[in-house]
């Protein structure tokens, strides 16, 4: 493998985008109350999300009028309905940081170019994953802290694990990786920083090109060289949308792992009956993901756009307006499920969960993520006996108003 032009960190190296989240996405200890009270009132309010749950307007999109649309009927008619509900919003924010993303596309072009992603993530490719990327990187990881019993699972596990798969699916040289995490995070600062969050599309949009030249010279297992050479029915992928999706693969895959796999180790932890129900018996561990993607699941709101004047709720949506579709009331509906405020990995799955989205925007590493979240609960408890909350330490504190995740879990086990 040839070597490419080292990647290019900010102008100003000091800039530290992981102090960030906050800002970004909300300190709220807990959102879900308020998002009740919503709901109680109306399916539907004229109202800025971020707003609404007292963060600053997102700064690419404050001009548009904001509709949060609650409950789960609603959400999934409008996450259901991408000819009246459009992904065009995320042309505002998304599209500044990531660029001509699938993510910001609808139909036909959205659906052309899906298909050729989704062949790289299809159950079969992502099951071998599992075995030559996941595990090697969950092991090593937990090495580092088995021999002491004790352990942060976020700082010292969650945290990383799932980028470090990612940085293994791109094959990226080792020396490149520490910016290359900076500038991928930094791309989500876009909402209230714009200077440092194109900043980082720019650098990166530079760094993946030569990466792709390269890769297409020397094609190897990796992703880059997958897709890069991926096809379907004769079209393949071009520059500008592989880039773009590489751009976003980081935040995509690894930042809402990480929050989705903290999330179920806190429901799980938290109430040691059902910890030790999945312990005894691992074919429970897939209605436990489930149950904590809808729980506490790490991405609360998604953003449509209303393609023309429409109703919903009976409420009168303005063409162009934002729609704040939140998946999180959607989850917690009473109407759906019983004392939704619980975390019960034995509570009856009639319904799907929008942890994931739904509709033609369904998430495209749903599996990868699931294969993820499986192997890592597997490790957990095959190598840390009788992990369980560090009594003497706080208990783990889920945060966030847009995403959600915990900053520590602090546990012990027998060694």
């Known amino acids: 493998m040839t070597a490419i032009a080292r990647i290019q960190d900010f102008d100003d190296p000091s800039y530290d985008p992981f102090v960030s989240d906050e800002a970004s996405f909300g300190d709220n200890a807990d959102p879900y109350p308020l998002l009740a009270q919503w709901l109680k009132e109306a399916p539907v309010h004229k109202l800025d999300y971020r707003v609404g749950m007292g963060l600053a307007p997102d700064l690419t999109m404050a001009a ?13 008619k409008v996450l259901g309905d991408p000819a009246t509900f459009t992904n065009e919003a995320y042309r505002n924010n998304l599209g500044i940081s990531f660029g ?7 139909a036909p072009e959205h659906t052309q170019f899906r298909k050729i992603f989704q062949k790289a993530f299809l159950p079969n490719v992502v099951a071998k994953w599992g075995d030559e990327l996941v595990d ?3 092991n090593a990881l937990m090495d580092r802290f088995i021999p002491r019993g004790k352990a942060d699972l976020v700082q010292e596990f969650t945290h990383h694990y799932p980028f470090h798969i990612i940085y293994r699916q791109l094959a990226l040289p080792q020396e490149d990786i520490a910016v290359f995490h900076k500038l991928a995070i930094a791309q989500t600062v876009t909402s209230y920083d714009i200077a440092h969050g194109t900043e980082a599309s720019r650098k990166l949009g530079v760094y993946f090109k030569e990466l792709l030249e390269e890769r297409r ?9 997958l897709l890069a050479q991926a096809e379907v029915d004769g079209d393949v992928l071009p520059e500008e949308v592989l880039v773009s999706f590489l751009r976003q693969l980081v935040n995509a895959g690894g930042d809402t792992t990480y929050r989705g796999t903290s999330i179920l180790l ?6 040691p009956d059902q910890l030790d129900a999945v312990r005894r018996d691992r074919a429970l561990i897939p209605q436990a993901i489930d149950e904590a993607l809808r729980w506490d699941g790490p991405v609360l709101v998604q953003s449509r756009t209303a393609a023309r004047e429409t109703e919903l709720g009976g409420v009168k949506i303005p063409a162009n307006a934002i729609l704040d579709v939140v998946a999180g009331s959607a989850n917690r509906d009473p109407s759906r499920y019983p004392d939704p405020d619980k975390f019960d990995i034995f509570r009856a799955r009639k319904h799907r969960h929008f942890a994931f989205a739904y509709g033609p925007h369904v998430c495209i590493g749903q599996h990868l993520a699931r294969v993820e979240m499986t192997r890592a609960l597997h490790a957990i408890l095959d190598r840390l006996p009788n992990v369980r909350l560090d009594p003497a330490m706080p208990p783990p504190d889920v945060r966030g108003t847009m995403m959600r995740v915990p900053k520590h879990i602090h546990v012990v086990f027998d060694r």
């Open 64 to 76: 548009r009028e904001h509709y949060v649309v609650l409950g789960y009927d609603l959400v999934e």
């Open 100 to 106: 001509r993303s699938v993510s910001t596309m609808d």
């Open 136 to 138: 090697p990187v969950v």
């Open 217 to 225: 010279r020397n094609p190897g297992p990796d992703l880059v060289s």
């Open 266 to 271: 806190v429901g799980l932890l938290a109430n």
